[in-house]
């Protein structure tokens, strides 16, 4: 299970005084589905309801794409991809020769960035996976069109072969033309929201796909909520969440998460969505920013270590390393590092951690740590079920529900209206 640390906030608070109660409470709500957006929580089911038949569609079209395609170009924005390119990154930093290519598209609107996308697929065999819970996300929609074009000039009558929709289950525009088309297609659950979907096939067929063992991903996930279930201040998720509310109640309105493995850097997208967009609103939210140690210690480090007060930081760290690389020794000590010869990397980077730890809390950046016991797929899951499970009874804990957006909406309403979309 994950651990979580806050020795390194004691400075900022004694643990009696963090509101476990309300924790509690919030985890109440949560179970019981009496919280605001409780229609919104079918995320804490999601591992167990796609133990049977939907997992091995999701296997089967994985293993289609994986015997016939050089690259799987994953059409989606906002909680429709940043799950699945963080478990990519993480897990699959360095692919397989046997792997395909995953492209992540449609999360933007820069013409720069797609041809630039285009250009890197070249005239390589390929699937598209479309996901869009709504189907009518302008950013998506637009990529689809154009890769659409790309699949019919390339393989006619046999395109719609490889297209894949991962959309509602009876609405919207993509499952229309889905239907119409005759594509195979995905369910987002009505009960799921994008930020929450990831172990659903919105996550779990780009994966698959990148060679990620999923069935693991699954049955962690299965035994972490289990775990997490537990109902007492020993609950890691109960800890991060009343310990962020506490430092929030006490000025610190911006949590930084940061992690010593680069590839964990669109994990901590996924956590800013997931973060962001669920406490956010009313006026109120920690905001979440993230940070990639230790390479950020020479251009952030310097605000964090010096700037205004009003940080907190979250550092997650994985136990075991999949890699072990010493430093060499070299006679004469031309650069003077032979104090660290025959020394791990790993070994050094824990120190390095430790110094950054107790630089920054003398700094006054409370610091909360999460470890997880490796980079894998088992990891992930518990990661995932971790700050999925602490998000939503924070947000209850500050009063929000967790499981809306309005916010998003003011900008796509001046957008559609300045485009010209009929009706707006
Ligand atoms: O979490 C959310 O609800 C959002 O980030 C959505 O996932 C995002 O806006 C994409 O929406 P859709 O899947 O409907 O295209």
């Not at 987002?188 to 919105?202: I, K, N, T």
């Not at 779990?204 to 299965?222: C, H, N, R, S």
């Not at 506490?246 to 997931?274: D, N, T, V």
């Not at 791990?344 to 951690?353: H, Q």
Request: aromatic letters at 10%.
């Amino acid at each position: 299970m994950i651990k979580v640390d806050l020795s390194g906030a004691s400075a900022f608070f004694d643990p009696a005084e963090l509101d476990f109660a309300a924790a509690a409470s919030a985890h109440r709500m949560l179970t019981e589905k009496s919280g605001a957006g409780s229609d919104f929580t079918g995320w804490l089911e999601l591992p167990t309801r796609i133990r049977d038949g939907e997992l091995k569609a999701i296997l089967s079209a994985a293993q289609r794409i994986r015997s016939r395609s050089k690259a799987l170009v994953v059409i989606g924005i906002g909680g429709s991809y940043l799950g699945a390119r963080g478990a990519i990154e993480l897990l699959r930093p360095v692919p397989s020769p046997d792997d395909p290519r995953i492209f992540f598209v449609g999360n933007g609107l820069s013409p720069d960035a797609l041809s630039d996308t285009l250009e890197q697929l070249g005239d390589v065999d390929f699937d598209v996976n479309v996901i869009s819970k709504s189907g009518t996300t302008l950013e998506p929609a637009l990529a689809f069109r154009i890769f659409r074009k790309l699949l019919r000039e390339k393989y006619g009558s046999a395109a719609k072969k490889h297209i894949f929709a991962t959309t509602d289950a009876s609405r919207g525009a993509l499952k229309s033309l889905a239907d119409a088309e005759g594509w195979e297609c995905f369910v987002v659950p009505d009960d799921v929201g994008g930020r929450y979907s990831v172990l659903s096939a919105v996550g779990l067929l780009p994966m698959a796909v990148a060679g990620i063992d999923i069935k693991t991903v699954i049955t962690t996930a299965i035994c972490s909520f289990k775990e997490l279930d537990l109902r007492s201040p020993e609950n890691p998720a109960w800890q991060y969440a009343a310990a962020r509310q506490y430092l929030y109640g006490h000025g610190k309105s911006i949590e930084i998460l940061g992690c010593y493995e680069p590839s964990f850097r669109f994990m901590a997208e996924w956590w800013k969505q997931l973060y962001g967009e669920s406490e956010g609103k009313n006026g109120i939210g920690i905001f979440p920013a993230s940070v990639e140690f230790t390479a950020d210690l020479h251009s952030m480090g310097q605000y964090i270590q010096d700037g205004p007060r009003t940080l907190m930081e979250t550092i997650v760290s994985f136990e075991n390393n999949r890699r072990s690389i010493s430093v060499p020794f070299e006679m004469g000590d031309p650069d003077g590092l032979n104090y660290l010869a025959g020394k791990e990397y790993a070994d050094i980077c824990r120190t390095a951690a430790d110094a950054v730890k107790a630089a920054h809390i003398s700094g006054g950046v409370p610091n909360i740590g999460i470890s997880v016991t490796a980079r894998d797929e088992a990891g992930f899951a518990e990661l995932v079920c971790f700050f999925e499970l602490a998000c939503a009874i924070s947000g209850y804990m500050s009063g929000v529900n967790p499981f809306d957006q309005p916010g998003v909406e003011a900008y796509k309403k001046n957008m559609f209206k300045m485009l010209g979309k009929p009706g707006t």
